[in-house]
């Protein structure tokens, strides 16, 4: 029976349907904020079936994540690990911050621009740039029935950043050449994380050092509130499967298994969340994205041209307000979807090949993985807003 690890070996270590998968759940987070976006908060995805479909996409990417970026973590050393992260993250991000807070602000903003430009949700704004998140400009998108909020999909940063310093300790500690340790912290993380999400405890407000609505509680929050805590656990099963790839099985029935189990769950126990459902399957969920990652699918036409999973991610939500704000009647997400679908591509493709690529190929002057050529780093994407 072939294993992950088998059939990386085929393919000289890269996963022949990560490309597509990555692409997909891409315009999947669009979809799922056209109806969010246009409609406002009316809980469209709360039906059985669909409920756990929707709140399967950011575990996925995450997991997707940690699969891959623990390939190149076990050949770097931790400071080259961290430049790729950073060259990989913070460029394309931070045109992204300029661009909203400069332009599409000024634009859409409904107060005076003395105001705006002096007015501290402004200046906040660049904050985003660090993890501090801000979803707010001031004046833009107050009326949208989503309203007030420019980048909703921003809130993942912190998390993203945390995986990278989970993969650090990772790294400093030796776990990646010891999967059983990894295996161990993981458990013990995703404990952890599992009783506090139970019990409904916020780790920020542990030990008492910080009160809620303070400055401390705020930054800490964006980093280990209970929205996103599942996201590392996600994040370390990803590493745990690529550690362990040589001992697990490439096999149709049980991809089949983990995607019946969490949708048959989702129909018997109606009044179970789709999140909550994800955190029970979490394993399954994770099999299933390296189980299409090791499956040979044809990259989408079109997006083969480059990884524009990460614009689209970043660029498409403050897109898909401005549609809305200039068209006000246009309350139909599955047209929604539709223009703004290729919107979001053409920009992601400009800030692939004008921003991304050519600022990745600096890479080759500090990065050992990157002067051997190897194409396949990539980057969790945000997904579904949760405000």
């Not at 990894?182 to 999400?197: C, E, S």
């Not at 409904?200 to 509680?217: D, E, M, R, Y």
């Not at 401005?322 to 009647?329: D, E, I, R, S």
């Amino acid at each position: 029976m072939k294993t992950i690890g088998s059939v990386l070996d085929e393919h000289r270590g890269i996963g022949p349907g990560f490309d597509f998968l990555r692409i997909f759940l891409a315009i999947m987070v669009l979809f799922t904020h056209s109806f969010l976006i246009a409609e406002g908060e009316k809980f469209q995805f709360s039906k059985p079936g669909i409920t756990v479909l929707q709140a399967a996409i950011l575990p996925m990417f995450f997991a997707l994540s940690g699969f891959l970026i623990t390939g190149s973590a076990m050949r770097l050393r931790l400071k080259d690990f961290l430049l790729n992260r950073g060259i990989r993250i913070v460029p394309a991000l931070a045109v992204d911050i300029v661009f909203a807070a400069l332009i599409l602000g000024p634009i859409f903003t409904t107060v005076s621009l003395q105001t705006y430009f002096s007015s501290y949700e402004f200046w906040a704004y660049f904050a985003n740039i660090f993890g501090v998140i801000h979803f707010v400009l001031p004046g833009v998108f107050e009326h949208n029935p989503f309203p007030a909020t420019v980048n909703g999909s921003l809130w993942t940063v912190p998390y993203e950043i945390g995986c990278y310093a989970i993969m650090s300790a990772l790294i400093v500690f030796g776990f990646l050449k010891r999967p059983f340790a990894a295996l161990m912290a993981t458990l013990v993380v995703t404990v952890i994380i599992i009783g506090l999400t139970i019990y409904k405890i916020n780790p920020a407000t542990l030990g008492g050092l910080f009160k809620p609505q303070s400055a401390g509680f705020t930054l800490l929050n964006h980093f280990i509130g209970p929205s996103g805590l599942m996201l590392y656990v996600n994040f370390m099963l990803g590493a745990i499967f690529f550690l362990f790839r040589r001992f697990i099985p490439k096999h149709g029935i049980l991809a089949l298994i983990c995607v019946a189990c969490p949708l048959a769950a989702s129909f018997l126990l109606p009044d179970v969340s789709g999140s909550t459902l994800c955190i029970i399957f979490a394993p399954m969920l994770v099999y299933l994205t390296v189980f299409i990652g090791m499956t040979p699918i044809p990259r989408i036409p079109l997006y083969h041209r480059g990884d524009y999973s990460y614009g689209i991610y970043l660029y498409g939500y403050p897109f898909q307000q401005g549609l809305v704000t200039l068209f006000p009647k246009l309350t139909s997400p599955w047209l929604h979807f539709a223009i703004s679908l290729p919107i979001a591509t053409l920009v992601a493709m400009g800030s692939w090949h004008f921003i991304e690529k050519p600022i990745l190929r600096l890479r080759k002057k500090f990065s050992f993985t990157a002067q051997k050529g190897e194409q396949n780093e990539v980057l969790p994407q945000a997904a579904v807003v949760t405000r």
